[in-house]
């Protein structure tokens, strides 16, 4: 029961924008947008999350749309350490069983 | 300000071996998910444990797995009589307030089954 859909892989630029999409058409209005980003087989590093409004932080920005059907996750200014596979997760945030998907393998190049 | 820690990172063992696995959370964080991810899939749930409790094992297989949390010390995954199958990468999370919260990972200990 995939909640979300992600491209299976893209490139970005070094030192450029990258912009990651995720659809969630079926998300109902007490659910949070997560991103977490997974680097060669680490631990899941914890991104951003959202419910309605757009968010940034340190590591990214995060836009939802209005109808709340889809976001966009941005890293301003891509490096090659950011090199990994992003998950999207829906969750109710009383549900503490993440749900990862194959999320999107992310490669930067020089 | 230590993330969450697992050891070992690499853990071989032999069929019908015990495997043991230790996470310890986070500064001021009491509650502990293990979640399992086997080659070239998704990591899945398995248990969700809080100070010397079970919250929620739905994810566990029923046979030979089990987890604990003491009140001291960190939190124990141990899989008993492993099988090849087993072989996988276990990752723990940890988080402050509950299942509410935002969960912190730490890099994994890969099982390796021979």
């Known amino acids: 029961d995939a909640k979300t859909t992600q491209p299976t892989s893209m490139d970005c630029a070094e030192g450029r924008a990258a912009n990651l999409p995720c659809n969630h058409s079926t998300i109902s209005g007490n659910e949070y947008v997560y991103w977490y980003r997974q680097i060669h087989s680490q631990g899941p590093q914890y991104i951003i999350h959202g419910l309605k409004n757009n968010e940034t932080n340190e590591m990214a920005s995060l836009i939802i749309t209005e109808d709340r059907k889809s976001s966009t996750l941005i890293l301003p200014h891509a490096t090659l350490r950011d090199t990994a596979v992003y998950y999207c997760i829906v969750r109710v945030r009383d549900d503490y069983k993440l749900s990862f998907g194959a999320g999107t393998t992310v490669t930067v190049r020089a | 300000n230590a993330g969450v820690m697992q050891n070992p990172r690499h853990l071989v063992r032999r069929r019908g071996q015990e495997a043991r696995l230790r996470c310890s959370p986070m500064k001021g964080h009491s509650h502990v998910y293990w979640y399992r991810q086997l080659p070239e899939e998704g990591l899945k749930f398995m248990v969700y444990l809080q100070k010397e409790n079970i919250i929620d094992e739905s994810g566990m297989p029923k046979e030979r797995f089990s987890a604990e949390f003491p009140k001291e010390g960190p939190s124990i995954l141990r899989i008993q009589q492993v099988v090849r199958g087993d072989s996988a990468a276990y990752f723990c999370?940890?988080?402050?307030?509950?299942?509410?919260?935002?969960?912190?990972f730490g890099p994994g200990t890969r099982l390796t089954v021979l």
């Open positions: 999370a940890s988080s402050e307030g509950g299942r509410r919260d935002t969960q912190y």
